[in-house]
């Protein structure tokens, strides 16, 4: 049974730096949502997991290793300026972790620009989402395309 907010998708805002949004069964893949702010953090862990995902929210680097190290993660969803570190800094200490090393990763970035998007590209990412241009659909079909590729 899934782990739910009593007051609404955005009334856990956690002051941790791990949270397990949102557990439903086990058959359900695990996705690590990684960004700063709570508020997002809560809306797409909602989001996904009325999709049908099971939810780990982190805010930091600290968090993920707290994560990765309880659950199997089987893709993160990565705001690439998460506490003030460049993206491509992030997910090279991302793929330099055995545990997530493999973990198809999709990014959420405010930019666009092509130097930015094949500095990010260099590691290995499954999917870039442009957050002017989110849309649930988009997030959902990199995720299933991710998880699906998966080594």
Excluded: W
């Amino acid at each position: 049974m899934a782990q739910k907010p009593s007051k609404g998708p955005l009334s856990g805002l956690e002051s941790s730096i791990y949270s397990a949004a949102y557990l439903g069964d086990s058959d359900q893949p695990a996705v690590l949502i990684i960004d700063e702010f709570a508020y997002t953090r809560e809306l797409l862990a909602y989001t996904l997991s009325q999709a049908g995902y099971q939810t780990h929210t982190a805010s930091c680097a600290r968090g993920v290793l707290e994560c990765v190290a309880q659950y199997a993660i089987d893709a993160i969803v990565l705001d690439v300026q998460v506490s003030g570190r460049l993206g491509a800094e992030f997910l090279q200490n991302l793929r330099s972790q055995d545990t997530t090393r493999e973990t198809p990763v999709v990014v959420l970035a405010r930019s666009n620009k092509k130097s930015h998007v094949l500095r990010v590209m260099q590691h290995g990412i499954s999917g870039y989402l442009i957050k002017s241009q989110f849309s649930v659909e988009k997030l959902l079909d990199s995720l299933s395309n991710a998880i699906a590729s998966r080594p």
